[in-house]
């Protein structure tokens, strides 16, 4: 009767050991390290950036922990907080010789302390969020309407150029807010004008109207396009974020949408508000330019001659020199998209750029008159220039379509895309909140928030074995596991722990009990009325289940709410709570049950359970309603 089959006690003991392995990296701490992460968006950290690093410490005796690249950052982790030090200007030294235009930023930093075994198996602690870690915190409102502007600009000078081609003449082409307002003579110049329109730019939607002896025709970008529009913007300016922020050396950084035109930013264990508030707020310029190809400029790319008049000096990503003329032919702000792809003929990879009106006149002439000679592609940022590509021109470009290949892979082609694509933000933003939270601050936070739970549960396990005796000991147990499975699939989630989802965990001991508290109250209920021992543990378990999911069901339902509409930490609550419910159902009910079959299950003469004492009527007296009596 109350006999779990062999494959039920395979997943309780599948479970515990994969809780265990998850939940073990949360108590190895942290340890000091340095990591190198690029400055630059055209910056590889990868296993030749590792070895130079090995080579600095090998360079000055000094020995590591532990060494490796995790996501786009190399942690060096050390035993003493003095190793550390010494070893951040070793490779200080080695990577940033030019401390004016570093390529890599050095930082110091606290990683897991996990194992090797440990990592190798994915296995890592929770992220502490940024009130329990200190740092900074920005609430980022893009300007939406300011991105449509944008987009509406460039699309009046590309109808401007396409009418041109196609000769139909216009009587005057304007942008009236988000609306482009082109007006003509007569209805025949009208009808060919929106031929055209309708066959290159379908985002738009069309009306026309008589305007005294004229005609205006009005295009408005259609409701779907425009939301693609915004939502291209938010991506890009998080993505633009994303390369800015990889200069401060934070190691888990959030940023993240908010809503529909906000951006959350938090920083774990920045403390320099202005200096975030610098990498958020800089910006970054497109340039292109044309190679001066001179014999002095040859011999200066050399170094046997100075730079000739007119011309500078830009380094390539590889490093070698590049001179390029002063005059800019073409800015960031004449480029509307970057996309990684293919060479139509030689299948190689290459950057697909596209250019707004202006800009694709302007190339097309320029072209036209400097095949064979080569252009560069600059970006600048913080006023230092890096050349991203020197390309032959082949042929004349027209269309406003320009495509960047040579000698460059997949990754390289889509590095390159995004970098074209993130130099800049796409719209303005504003912060609309901000907050700062000091470590000691946080420090503090994470010894109050175990100090509840740890108190919370010793609390709850001292009354359950009190009251409940046996069954006492095995819903502490329970109560255990549910808060071994909580954090380990925190950790396996990654997820970030905040305070709220401290206070949730705080909650979800409580919570989870109940469960064991129905259980055991149907237990003693059972043998109140008569029923032998094994009977009663059966009908307990059984007839507490449902009103153990009826309750948790619409618990979890509040709890999705709260996920799906919360924000910050709100959501942070939420998320706990809602893998809270969940492992409370497994533990409570689940693996309590096979605690208890394990113990009595075998005894096919039990007499008595230890579950504390149970009230019996008097003999002369009517025996007590039960629950389903009482309705």
């Given amino acids: 009767m109350n006999r779990y089959p062999v494959w039920k006690y395979a997943i309780i003991v599948i479970a515990l050991l994969v809780g265990a392995l998850y939940t073990l990296p949360n108590f190895f701490g942290e340890a000091p390290a340095v990591q190198v992460s690029a400055a630059k968006a055209s910056a590889k950290v990868d296993s030749s950036t590792q070895a130079r690093v090995e080579e600095a410490l090998k360079a000055v005796g000094l020995t590591f922990d532990a060494i490796g690249i995790e996501g786009a950052s190399l942690r060096v982790r050390f ?19 030019d401390a004016g235009s570093p390529s890599y930023v050095v930082a110091l930093n606290l990683v897991a302390r996990s194992p090797a075994w440990l990592t190798s198996l994915k296995a890592a602690p929770m992220y502490l969020g940024l009130d329990l870690r200190g740092g900074v915190h920005f609430m980022l409102q893009v ?76 295009a408005t970008i259609k409701p779907v396009a425009a939301r693609t529009v915004q939502d291209q913007a938010l991506k890009q300016n998080i993505t633009t974020l994303h390369n800015r922020i990889n200069e401060l050396g934070v190691a888990e950084p ?54 000739p008049f ?43 750029l596209t250019l707004d009106a202006k800009g694709a006149r302007i190339f097309k002439d320029v072209t036209r008159e400097s095949i064979g000679k080569r252009m560069a592609i600059i970006l600048f940022e913080k006023g230092k220039g890096e050349v991203v590509t020197a390309p032959v021109i082949r042929s004349e470009i027209a269309g406003g379509r320009v495509q960047i290949s040579g000698r460059m892979s997949t990754v390289e082609a889509h590095d390159t895309a995004l970098l074209l694509r993130a130099g800049s933000l796409a719209a303005p933003m504003e912060i609309i909140e901000e907050r700062t939270i000091g470590p000691s601050l946080g420090a503090e936070n994470i010894a109050k928030g ?29 109560l255990g596991v549910n808060l071994l499975l909580l954090v380990a699939v925190l950790s396996m989630l990654q997820a970030t722990l905040t305070l709220p989802g401290m206070a949730a965990m705080a909650l979800v001991l409580g ?39 009826d309750s948790n069901v619409t618990t979890l339902i509040a709890g999705l709410a709260l996920l799906a509409f919360g924000s910050g930490p709100v959501r942070g609550f939420a998320v706990v709570h809602v893998l809270g419910i969940l492992t409370s159902m497994f533990s409570g009910v689940f693996f309590s049950r096979g605690l208890v079959n394990l113990w009595y299950g075998r005894q096919k003469k039990l007499k008595t359970v230890s579950i504390g004492t149970v009230w019996r009527a008097p003999s002369d007296a009517p025996p007590l309603p039960s629950k389903s009596d009482l309705g």
């Avoid at 202005?274 to 200066?300: F, Q």
Wanted: a negative charge; hydrophobic letters at 40%; glycine letters at 8%.
């Fill in 450 to 478: 175990f100090a509840s739970v740890s108190w919370g549960f010793a609390a709850v396990a001292v009354f359950m074995c009190v009251y409940y005796m046996l069954f006492g000991v095995f819903s502490s147990v329970a």
């Fill in 511 to 549: 919570m989870a009990i109940d469960a064991n508290v129905l259980i055991n109250e149907r237990v003693r209920e059972e043998l109140r009325n008569g029923a032998s021992p094994q009977a009663a543990i059966h009908a307990g378990y059984d007839r507490a289940w449902a009103t153990i999911l």
């Fill in 79 to 97: 035993d003493s907080t003095d190793t550390q030090l010494r070893a951040k200007d070793a490779i200080q030294k080695s990577l940033v010789p």
């Fill in 143 to 218: 300007d939406m309407p300011a991105a449509l502007t944008k987009k509406v600009e460039s699309l009046t000078g590309d109808i401007r150029t396409a009418l041109r081609e196609k000769n139909v003449r216009h009587g005057g082409i304007s942008r009236n807010g988000q609306t482009i307002e082109l007006r003509f003579r007569d209805l025949a110049t009208l009808d060919a004008a929106k031929r055209v329109m309708l066959e290159q730019f379908t985002d738009l939607q069309m009306e026309d109207a008589p305007e005294g002896s004229d005609f205006k025709l009005s």
């Fill in 310 to 352: 007119g011309s500078e000096r830009f380094l390539e990503r590889s490093g070698q020199p590049v001179i390029v003329k002063k005059q800019v032919i073409l800015t960031g702000e004449n480029l509307t998209d970057a996309q990684p792809g293919f060479d139509s003929q030689t299948q190689e990879a290459a950057v697909h």
């Fill in 254 to 307: 959030v940023i993240q949408q908010q809503g529909l035109d906000r951006i959350v930013v938090q920083l774990p264990g920045v403390q320099d508000t202005a200096k975030a508030k610098d990498i958020l707020g800089r910006t970054a310029t497109l340039e292109v330019r044309m190679v001066d190809e001179s014999g002095e400029a040859r011999a200066a790319e050399g170094g046997t001659g100075p730079v």
